[in-house]
């Protein structure tokens, strides 16, 4: 009785682990886009407020949010 008390207990713990795993992986994260677009422009010490490039990507990025 005790043991199966332990092993139900502990499937729970594991089954947790994995679902806050799943959701941190859905999070939103910066795209490959950006990471591209922010690597070049810290590489090239350029202002992202003045890469085109970038202004596109923040253009994007607020309709796609909506503002």
Same mark, same amino acid.
């Given at each position: 009785?005790?043991?199966?008390?332990m092993v139900?207990?502990?499937?729970?713990l594991v089954?947790?682990?994995v679902a806050v795993q799943a959701l941190e992986r859905r999070a939103p994260?910066?795209?490959e886009e950006e990471r591209r677009a922010n690597a070049l422009r810290?590489?090239?010490? @350029?202002? $992202?407020?003045?890469d085109p490039g970038w202004l596109e990507l923040e253009r @994007?990025? $607020?309709e796609r949010l909506g503002e």
């Open positions: 009785m005790m043991m199966a008390l139900a207990l502990l499937a729970l089954g947790g682990i994260v910066l795209g810290v590489a090239q010490g @350029r202002d $992202r407020r003045s @994007r990025r $607020r």
